[in-house]
Every structure is written in structure tokens, then in C-alpha cells.
């Protein structure tokens, strides 16, 4: 079940007790309930919310983002009620790039940073996209680069109903990332944690490795079996580490200290 506190950010499950909140950036053509199950798996310590972009589920009706600076800029607007608790980002592929510009946007209007940064299946952001953009290929060709990421059931992008409502949300998104143009600033003084999959066509070792050069603080990387979606195939692994890390951002008096620094820096 999702719960609306605004159009942007829902909540997985309301959790007034929890001490700190993860906020989860979804995939390209993904919206706030590819996180839903995730509830189960993680900490009690931790409510879980998901970043709703428009255009899909809830928001259908909506004209999609195409460009990624604009996305960072409306989410961080949305950040104001949730200062009062510390939080953390997740996001897969294009999510965790919105989620890193996210929190760089945050830090340009001097509010709190994340205690966390995890990011799956992406690049890091000063990485070239060594492929040709694929947003604004005629559709036989877009559908058939979307079969071999193997992102999208195959039998649903023979629906004709299906292919009229989704492809314009994905030639938006994979344009979020297609249009980026990463522009240098100083390291981010939160942790960065990187996963990716063994199996991964699209990312390499290497283009995740290079996520070191973001954060100022401590950076680890673990890789896990299966292709670009591993965070599915091997989702029961994932997040006993990433609950296991979670538990570690609750309880670590350092990251506790840096928050009540960062808090007391904002006020």
C-alpha cells in the first residue's frame, strides 16, 4: 500500500518511530511501488519512502521530465517537511544519478545532505555514455533497444494500449540521462556505497569504481549476480546488506554526530 504525503514522495509505510528515513529513486519507466516490498526486508529503524516522478501511476496525467537538472530542482523543493529526521538516498540506474544531483542540489541551497548515497546500476556521473542516444529513435528501433535491456516484459510491448501509455514515460527518462552533462564540483561530504551486477551489459566494474571521486567520506562497492535489474533477481541478498548497512547508519555515533552538526549548520 502506498501512502500520498504529496505528489512527489510517498511513503511505503508509515513508520513514526523509525529514526531515519530512505528515500528510493526508481529506474527509468519505474514509479514509487518498485520499492513497495521492500518494507518487509529492512529495519524497523528505517521508513521507507519513494520518490513519485511524474507521468506515471498516481501521476498518469502528468508531463514527464526530460531533462535531469529540472527533475533535481522540483524533488529538492520537496525536501523542506522532511528536514526535521535524518534520511538517506537509494536509487537505481537513472535513479541514482537523480538521486546524486538530488543531493548536490540540496547542498546549493545549504540544506542537510543525505547521511547515505546508494547507488545501483549506474555510472558514475562524470562517466561519457559511451552508447548513442536511443530517446528519439522511431519506435520499431526504440522497442527493439528496449528488448535487449530486458528491462520491460516482452510480451507487454506488443500491447498496443501498453506501448501508448509507457514509451513516451521511457523516451523521457533514458533523455534524463541521454541530455546529462555532468558539471564538476567538489566532492559530496556524505558516504557513497555502490552495487552493481556482475552480469551488467550496460555498467561495467570500472564505471562504478569511479563513483570514489563523488564522496569525501568512506565509499564501498559490491556486486551481486545478474544483469542490469540484479536489485530483482537478487533482491533477498541486496537488501540484507543494505539493511545491514542501514542498522549501522542508526546506530553510528560518527554519522549521528555529523547530523547533529549538519542540523545544528542549517538552522
Known sequence: ???????????????RRASMRLFCFPYAGGGASV???WVERL??????????YPGR???INERPFRRLPSLA???????????????AFYGH?????????????????NLILPLRLWASGCPAPHVPDPDPPIHALPEPEFLEKLRAF??????LLEVPEFREVFIPILRADFALRETYAYAPEPPLSCPIAVFGGVDDPEVGLNDLEMWREHTSASFNLAMYPG???FLHTSKSVLLQRLGMELTRCVENLRDRAYWAATLEVSS
Not at 529495519?43 to 513519485?52: D, G, K, L, N, Y
Request: with cysteine.
Open 227 to 229: 544483469d542490469h535489474f
Open 93 to 109: 540506474s537513472v535513479g541514482g544519478l537523480v538521486a546524486f544531483e538530488v543531493a548536490r542540489e540540496l547542498r546549493r541551497n
Open 73 to 87: 530542482r522540483a524533488i529538492c523543493r520537496e525536501f523542506d517537511s522532511y528536514r526535521g529526521k535524518p534520511f
Open 1 to 15: 500500500m502506498l501512502l500520498a504525503n504529496n505528489s512527489w514522495i510517498v511513503c511505503l509505510r508509515r513508520n
Open 35 to 37: 520499492f513497495r516490498d
Open 43 to 52: 529495519p524497523e529503524t528505517v521508513e521507507v519512502w519513494s520518490i513519485q
Open 150 to 155: 530486458n528491462g520491460t516484459p516482452a510480451e
Open 57 to 59: 501511476e498516481s501521476r
